[in-house]
T-cell receptor, first 114, second 113 residues
Framework: GAVVSQHPSWVICKSGTSVKIECRSL??????MFWYRQFPKQSLMLMAT?????????EQGVEKDKFLINHASLTLSTLTVTSAHPEDSSFYIC??????????FGPGTRLTVL | GENVEQHPSTLSVQEGDSAVIKCTYS??????FPWYKQELGKRPQLIID?????GEKKDQRIAVTLNKTAKHFSLHITETQPEDSAVYFC????????????FGPGTSLSVIP
């Protein structure tokens, strides 16, 4: 199957700083990527749909100015958590779509905001 | 928008028994239904999927059934093994690569040796 990488795998930052998470499709081109967050023992909650060359589509309740998404190429999407606060601590996972919408997930990034 | 419900939230079975997880969805336009297995701290892994043009699909010990009229789909695991212990998520989507996938809340499966 297709390979999706994510970097960093974990990050600890101070409250008020910004953190960038990268999601790369290594062996295929992904015009669409998705960003999820997952709290402990909960499901994956879709945050936004990232489309190459256009603005991301955010789900209801997700602040687009706080979670900046950039999909500058067919293999890279980035999520920047701006002015992070402890409540932003979570597991962030990206995915890229295959030809029939099968999702290939990255390994996830665990963000801890102190 | 699409809403996916999943039951049960937790499930314990004896090794060798079968496990069944059931999901319902709300959007009749959905036509792609994947199932994912997620082990603690790891990424979700696709284990099986079904599309609306079939009613059942099987892959070794895993099978999925789909009832589009009732908007139900189910995962069946036979001859369960301890390594089947994980959280399982059902999901629903359209079959296009740009359509979002909506996940159910998950089922924590424990297989007791």
């Amino acid at each position: 199957g297709a390979v999706v990488s994510q970097h960093p795998s974990w990050v600890i930052c101070k409250s008020g700083t910004s953190v960038k998470i990268e999601c790369r499709s290594l062996d295929f081109q992904a015009t669409t990527m998705f960003w999820y967050r997952q709290f402990p023992k909960q499901s994956l909650m879709l945050m936004a749909t990232s489309n190459e060359g256009s603005k991301a589509t955010y789900e209801q309740g997700v602040e687009k100015d706080k979670f900046l998404i950039n999909h500058a190429s067919l293999t890279l999407s980035t999520l920047t958590v701006t002015s992070a606060h402890p409540e932003d601590s979570s597991f962030y996972i990206c995915s890229a779509s295959g030809a029939y919408n099968e999702q290939f997930f990255g390994p996830g990034t665990r963000l801890t905001v102190l | 928008g699409e809403n996916v419900e999943q039951h049960p939230s937790t499930l314990s079975v004896q090794e060798g028994d079968s496990a069944v997880i059931k999901c319902t969805y709300s959007d009749s336009a959905s036509n792609y239904f994947p199932w994912y297995k997620q082990e603690l701290g790891k990424r979700p892994q696709l284990i099986i999927d079904i599309r609306s043009n079939v009613g059942e699909k099987k892959d070794q010990r895993i099978a999925v059934t789909l009832n589009k009229t009732a908007k139900h789909f189910s995962l069946h695991i036979t001859e369960t093994q301890p390594e089947d212990s994980a959280v399982y998520f059902c999901a629903a989507s359209l079959e296009t690569s740009y359509d979002k996938v909506i996940f159910g809340p998950g089922t924590s499966l424990s297989v007791i040796p």
